[in-house]
């Protein structure tokens, strides 16, 4: 049997903690081993232990629920031996990285699991599209993780000027999230990176071509994920990560690399989008009516504001589409939301039509 200080000197800088230990301590008295998984795929997990990566099989761990399955980043109770070995629970989670799937039944899919930082790389290289940054700040701050921004490769972008412009509006996007610049490709603004993540378990999200794995082998010191160059039509890459892999970072703490994700649904994220619309949530609070929808009622100070100047049109948009989404998913699998959602339409459709009707005895 490992002694504790041989598991607290293994599995350290995976970490490990005393809360950790004491969560696992039911499991320990069963002659289970304590590791986290620095890997999945179909079924079977990579599992760092005081004694080595051993390779198990997580069927027991109701693989019928998405949501339960286990993840990248989870910590673990597993058989010491066996053939197969086997996962027998998980740890419960600190935080958990959810995105909804493209599946119907509007199920959500866990990314990485017991994540401090949740780092969202954007490339320089392509135009900014900042609707899909505040999508993944959105997942972010839902999943109880401190957002960061790094826009990758800086180095295409010389213009100081044109740099800070771009900076400043990924920045109004992200209300109290850092943003950074970085350049993996010859080492700048890595720096400030590395301290940040250099602590807890950071995972790196972003598309295909955003330079995550350019940036993972940057923090990491060495090759360990392969890099293609993107298109130059589009800046898209080619997915050369396609599992997400738990790295440790030799300044200190993990990092999790994803594939890259072409789709950013949301999963009953609405603290979330509340979180990166806060100047919007902020100014609802001052509107007349406490249900304003901030379209046309009287006294509403969010449309003042866009009136005003003060808060971009794109903004507002943006906040409407997210929050209408989110409602979108949540309601399928609530039937008194989607009662409410279904009540709520039909009254706005019977106001259309009574103010045409209206309209049509004022032209005759």
């Given at each position: 049997?490992?002694?504790?200080?041989?598991?607290?000197?293994?599995?350290?800088?995976?970490?490990?903690?005393?809360?950790?230990a004491d969560a696992f301590t039911p499991y320990e008295s069963e002659g289970l081993l304590p590791g986290r998984v620095v890997r999945v795929?179909?079924?079977?997990?990579?599992?760092?232990?005081?004694?080595?990566?051993?390779?198990?099989?997580?069927?027991?761990?109701?693989?019928?629920?998405?949501?339960?399955?286990?993840?990248?980043?989870?910590?673990?109770?597993?058989?010491?031996?066996?053939?197969?070995?086997?996962?027998?629970?998980?740890?419960?989670?600190?935080?958990?990285?959810?995105?909804?799937?493209?599946?119907?039944?509007?199920?959500?899919?866990?990314?990485?699991?017991?994540?401090?930082?949740?780092?969202?790389?954007?490339?320089?290289?392509?135009?900014?599209?900042?609707?899909?940054?505040?999508?993944f700040l959105a997942l972010a701050w839902e999943s109880g993780a401190q957002p960061v921004v790094v826009l990758t490769k800086a180095d295409?972008?010389?213009?100081?000027?044109?740099?800070?412009?771009?900076?400043?509006?990924?920045?109004?996007?992200?209300?109290?999230?850092?943003?950074?610049?970085?350049?993996?490709?010859?080492?700048?603004?890595?720096?400030?990176?590395?301290?940040?993540?250099?602590?807890?378990?950071?995972?790196?999200?972003?598309?295909?071509?955003?330079?995550?794995?350019?940036?993972?082998?940057?923090?990491?010191?060495?090759?360990?994920?392969?890099?293609?160059?993107?298109?130059?039509?589009?800046?898209?890459?080619?997915?050369?990560?396609?599992?997400?892999?738990?790295?440790?970072?030799?300044?200190?703490?993990?990092?999790?690399?994803?594939?890259?994700?072409?789709?950013?649904?949301?999963?009953?994220?609405?603290?979330?989008?509340?979180?990166?619309?806060?100047?919007?949530?902020?100014?609802?609070?001052?509107?007349?009516?406490?249900?304003?929808?901030?379209?046309?009622?009287?006294?509403?100070?969010?449309?003042?504001?866009?009136?005003?100047?003060?808060?971009?049109?794109?903004?507002?948009?943006?906040y409407r589409k997210l929050m209408r989404e989110n409602q979108w998913i949540v309601a399928k699998t609530d039937a008194r939301l989607r009662?409410?959602?279904?009540?709520?339409?039909?009254?706005?459709?019977?106001?259309?039509?009574?103010?045409?009707?209206?309209?049509?005895?004022?032209?005759?």
């Amino acid at each position: 049997m490992t002694s504790s200080s041989a598991v607290f000197t293994a599995l350290a800088p995976y970490g490990w903690d005393d809360a950790w230990a004491d969560a696992f301590t039911p499991y320990e008295s069963e002659g289970l081993l304590p590791g986290r998984v620095v890997r999945v795929d179909r079924g079977q997990c990579d599992v760092v232990t005081a004694g080595g990566v051993l390779r198990a099989d997580t069927a027991f761990v109701t693989p019928h629920d998405p949501l339960r399955v286990v993840c990248t980043g989870d910590w673990v109770a597993v058989e010491p031996g066996g053939n197969p070995r086997y996962v027998r629970t998980y740890l419960p989670r600190r935080t958990a990285f959810v995105r909804s799937t493209s599946s119907k039944r509007s199920e959500g899919q866990i990314l990485a699991a017991n994540v401090d930082h949740a780092v969202v790389a954007v490339s320089l290289a392509v135009e900014l599209d900042l609707g899909r940054v505040e999508r993944f700040l959105a997942l972010a701050w839902e999943s109880g993780a401190q957002p960061v921004v790094v826009l990758t490769k800086a180095d295409l972008v010389p213009d100081p000027v044109v740099l800070a412009h771009l900076v400043q509006d990924v920045e109004t996007t992200a209300p109290g999230v850092p943003v950074l610049t970085v350049s993996a490709l010859h080492g700048d603004g890595l720096d400030v990176l590395v301290s940040l993540v250099g602590s807890g378990t950071s995972v790196l999200l972003g598309q295909s071509g955003a330079g995550k794995s350019t940036l993972a082998n940057a923090l990491v010191g060495d090759d360990v994920m392969d890099v293609r160059a993107a298109r130059d039509v589009d800046g898209k890459g080619r997915h050369t990560t396609t599992t997400r892999n738990l790295l440790p970072l030799p300044s200190g703490g993990v990092l999790i690399d994803t594939p890259g994700l072409r789709g950013v649904g949301l999963f009953d994220a609405e603290s979330g989008v509340g979180q990166v619309f806060s100047e919007i949530e902020e100014l609802a609070g001052q509107c007349r009516f406490h249900d304003c929808v901030h379209e046309s009622e009287p006294g509403c100070a969010v449309r003042a504001a866009v009136d005003s100047g003060d808060l971009p049109v794109r903004r507002l948009d943006s906040y409407r589409k997210l929050m209408r989404e989110n409602q979108w998913i949540v309601a399928k699998t609530d039937a008194r939301l989607r009662s409410e959602i279904r009540k709520d339409w039909k009254r706005k459709g019977a106001e259309g039509r009574a103010a045409m009707e209206a309209k049509r005895g004022r032209w005759k």
